[in-house]
């Protein structure tokens, strides 16, 4: 049978089992009780659970309070009919597999069903084991959206804000700086190695501020050349210099009234920096090759990996231009220092490839441990590649750790370090999971993806009582 996904809500990681482990919940939605009631117990005696509404208005009742994995109605019925059932509720739940039944006469109608959305569709009078065999078949052939729904699910559970997803206190914390330094009008310096989200934390900050209806403009300095930088920032008239066609406006004039990102502040030459200090201090500069001040308003967000106080020490960077960026700083943690955000990094990642290309993926135990384990020398930015490879490389639904491809980059420890990490990792992962379920051993094995002897060895090794 192919296998089913099931989420771990502690976790936030999307285990799997098949079919025969998990009890697949239909809601039989039919006016006629002696078939409703007859129907119900032999997929009962199926291995099913069955839930029974005698009409479109009970179906729908219940479908406000529980989600079932598949629904089978009569499309004829009194109070409201099958049809108008599915026209108002097939949107509502995208997890959930729609099977008709109809008789002789409405097989027209029945085709109208399935394109809105049902799976299947059968007629009366239909056998219990045809029956079975369909609710199997749309709860399989529905897995791709019903596992979108549970990860949607999980993300949107108050642990993003900003586009910056975890739950760690310095998550929350640079949340609040967002919304402090926003209130604000002064410099922003942001530090952080490369891949950590700085420009989400500029970004958050200018959307909560008053210049959230103006520009918001970035500019990186490490990927330009010293003139470059100084013709994108302030722009030139006419003959500036050679090749200099036409009058360009510089990126503060287009920024004016907005705040302008001023990305690895840390590569811009001396003459830049001083002419970028005398802007945020008076507001004021030239084009390339004009004598004409001209004034902005323009709230500069500067970001940089490198140590400016030491560049400063060694006459690299400007003391003065440091100290008037620093007003408000903030400095993000590299994800090695924050790993309780990692599983729902990944799930995010894991999101973006499923909602992209319709097939969505899962991560195996081991990958999970895998990818806690890993130093993520490139942060958030290597973690975003090293997912999308591995989802797209994978032929099946679960992502193994060998389909990461982490081996031991730079960055990671040695290999006893990283088995020592891994089995740590592990048993909390395993000791998690298994408090989330109430100590269940039957519920934790499911949520782990193994079986009940694979989780009676792993308690047994980590010593879980």
Same mark, same amino acid.
């Given at each position: /049978? $192919?296998?089913? =996904?099931?989420?771990?809500?502690?976790? @936030?990681?999307?285990?799997?089992?098949?079919?025969?482990?998990?009890?697949?919940?239909?809601?039989?939605?039919? !006016?006629?009780?002696?078939?409703?009631?007859?129907?119900? =117990?032999?997929?009962? *005696?199926?291995?099913?659970?069955?839930?029974?509404?005698?009409? +479109?208005?009970q179906a729908d009742a219940f479908?406000?309070?529980?989600?079932? &994995? %598949?629904?089978?109605?009569?499309?004829? /019925? $009194?109070? /409201?009919?099958? /049809?108008? *059932?599915?026209?108002?509720?097939?949107? &509502?739940? $995208?997890?959930?597999?729609?099977i008709i039944l109809t008789g002789q006469a409405s097989v027209d109608s029945a085709v109208a069903g399935m394109k809105l959305g049902a799976a299947d569709?059968?007629? =009366?009078? %239909?056998?219990?084991? !045809?029956?079975?065999?369909?609710?199997? #078949?749309?709860y399989d052939k529905n897995s791709p959206a019903r596992l979108l729904a549970e990860i949607r699910t999980q993300l949107h559970d108050g642990t993003t804000r900003f586009g910056i997803i975890g739950k760690s206190q310095h998550v929350q914390d640079t949340y609040e700086f967002?919304?402090?330094?926003?209130?604000?009008?002064?410099?922003?310096?942001?530090?952080?190695?490369?891949?950590? +989200?700085?420009?989400?934390?500029?970004? @958050?900050?200018?959307?909560?501020?008053?210049?959230?209806?103006? $520009?918001?403009?970035?500019?990186?300095?490490?990927?330009?050349?010293?003139?470059?930088?100084?013709?994108?920032?302030?722009?030139? %008239?006419? @003959?500036?210099?050679? @090749?200099a066609v036409g009058t360009k406006q510089g990126l503060f004039e287009v920024a004016d009234g907005g705040t302008l990102f001023v990305d690895e502040i840390g590569d811009m030459s001396l003459p830049n920096q001083?002419?970028?200090? #005398?802007?945020?201090?008076? +507001?004021?500069?030239?084009r *390339?090759?004009?004598?004409?001040? #001209?004034?902005?308003?323009?709230?500069?967000?500067?970001?940089?990996?490198?140590?400016?106080?030491?560049?400063?020490? =060694?006459?690299?960077?400007?003391? !003065?231009?440091?100290y008037r960026l620093n007003v408000l700083p903030w400095s993000l943690l590299p994800v090695c220092e924050r790993r309780e955000d990692i599983p729902l990094l990944i799930q995010h990642f894991l999101e973006r490839h499923g909602v992209r290309t319709g097939e969505p993926k899962r991560l195996s135990p081991d990958a999970m441990v895998a990818l806690q384990a890993y130093d993520w020398p490139g942060n958030i930015r290597e973690m975003a590649n090293i997912i999308e490879r591995a989802a797209t490389f994978c032929d099946d639904y679960n992502i193994q750790a060998a389909d990461l491809q982490l081996g031991l980059k730079k960055g990671v420890a040695t290999a006893d370090g990283v088995s020592s990490r891994l089995n740590d990792v592990e048993r909390d992962h395993v000791l998690r999971v298994f408090d989330a379920n109430g100590r269940n051993k039957v519920a934790t094995a499911k949520a782990l993806g193994i079986s009940r002897m694979k989780l009676y060895r792993m308690l047994d090794q980590y010593g879980i009582d």
């Open positions: /049978m $192919p296998s089913a =996904k099931e989420t771990d809500s502690e976790t @936030g990681m999307i285990s799997t089992e098949s079919t025969t482990e998990h009890t697949i919940h239909v809601l039989l939605v039919d !006016d006629e009780e002696s078939f409703r009631t007859a129907t119900a =117990k032999r997929l009962r *005696l199926r291995g099913l659970q069955v839930s029974e509404a005698a009409d +479109g208005e479908l406000s309070d529980q989600v079932p &994995d %598949v629904v089978i109605c009569d499309l004829k /019925m $009194p109070n /409201m009919d099958g /049809m108008t *059932l599915l026209r108002k509720r097939i949107q &509502d739940f $995208p997890a959930t597999a729609w569709y059968l007629q =009366k009078p %239909v056998d219990a084991e !045809d029956l079975e065999q369909a609710v199997r #078949r749309a967002i919304v402090k330094a926003a209130r604000s009008d002064q410099p922003v310096l942001i530090t952080g190695q490369s891949g950590t +989200g700085k420009e989400l934390v500029a970004r @958050g900050v200018h959307e909560q501020s008053d210049r959230a209806s103006r $520009p918001f403009v970035t500019i990186n300095c490490a990927s330009l050349s010293d003139t470059l930088l100084a013709n994108d920032l302030f722009g030139h %008239v006419e @003959g500036a210099y050679t @090749g001083a002419a970028m200090l #005398r802007v945020i201090e008076t +507001g004021q500069f030239r *390339l090759g004009e004598t004409k001040e #001209r004034c902005v308003d323009v709230r500069v967000v500067a970001a940089t990996l490198r140590d400016l106080p030491e560049m400063a020490e =060694k006459q690299a960077f400007r003391e !003065d231009l440091f």
